[in-house]
């Protein structure tokens, strides 16, 4: 596979088809996500779960993020690396940048952070400066204290038009892609017509022009609760590599999520 770039990724939507992103967070795995064709690999903070058995993504710090940003980058075969800035090192425009800077030294291509209208200018001054943004809205675990739980977002008239306005609003300052975890799929499919930049699901309905996952639900070896928006790709597959075949498959052909996986 050639190198993705933020230019496949935009040109995809334009031509009204869908692309995959997984996330992982060593080089053996990256190697497997990227050469079975998923466009973008996601150092997530969810590595804060699934690797390091914390019940929240809050305890992960930077450093746990450049080690795993830079082992994914060597395991990587052309996928786009998107590295999530993690709870508190981007609560100010300057920590935003350093933070940010350091993943991206890292091997990140681009970096993901969590909030709304507030981000509104770390982003246009990370995007000034040569580094992508993709916006995380909706569920944003971080918050999960505030929030009160996983629950899903935008769910009222009020938060959903807020949502519609953050959207357009993140897309002015700059960010080059959107990601919505947990939002009603009527409300996701509004803000990826709304919006020219990308937009990655999570729990958001099939009509976003991406889906995401995390590799440990989609291989069915995460321990506890099962999130509804999963499926369990290992099902009926003998190696991990056709799984990983098979979601990008589904999330292209439309097939995935469904509406039971979906709000
Ligand atoms: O950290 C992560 O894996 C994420 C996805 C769930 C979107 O942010
Ligand atoms: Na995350």
């Not at 940003?69 to 300057?94: H, K």
């Not at 976003?208 to 995390?214: F, G, I, Y």
Request: hydrophobic share 40%; proline share 3%; with cysteine.
């Amino acid at each position: 596979m050639s190198n993705i770039t933020l230019h496949t990724l935009t040109s995809l939507k334009q031509k009204g088809r869908k692309f995959s992103v997984l996330t992982a967070y060593d080089a053996t795995f990256a190697h497997l996500v990227s050469s079975a064709g998923i466009e973008m690999i996601l150092v997530g903070d969810s590595l804060g779960m699934v690797l390091q058995g914390h019940d929240s993504t809050l305890p992960v710090t930077l450093e746990d993020m450049i080690y795993h940003t830079a082992a994914v980058a060597r395991g990587n075969q052309g996928s786009m690396i998107m590295a999530d800035l993690p709870f508190m090192s981007y609560a100010t425009v300057e920590q935003c940048m350093q933070s940010a800077g350091k993943l991206m030294q890292s091997g990140a291509h681009l970096v993901k952070l969590e909030g709304s209208a507030w981000l509104a200018e770390s982003i246009s001054l990370l995007s000034e400066r040569g580094i992508p943004v993709c916006a995380h809205l909706g569920l944003t675990p971080q918050a999960v204290n505030r929030l009160g739980g996983y629950r899903v977002q935008g769910k009222d008239h009020a938060a959903a038009q807020q949502m519609i306005e953050d959207a357009r609003l993140l897309e002015e300052a700059g960010a080059s892609l959107l990601l919505l975890e947990c939002v009603p799929t009527l409300l996701a499919e509004e803000i990826t017509r709304n919006v020219d930049i990308p937009v990655i699901g999570i729990g958001a309905g099939p009509h976003t022009d991406a889906q995401v996952l995390v590799l440990h639900d989609m291989l069915n070896i995460t321990t506890g609760r099962k999130p509804r928006f999963t499926r369990n790709f290992m099902a009926n597959a003998d190696s991990i590599e056709t799984a990983i075949r098979r979601y990008d498959e589904a999330v292209k052909d439309g097939s995935f999520p469904n509406q039971d996986e979906s709000f």
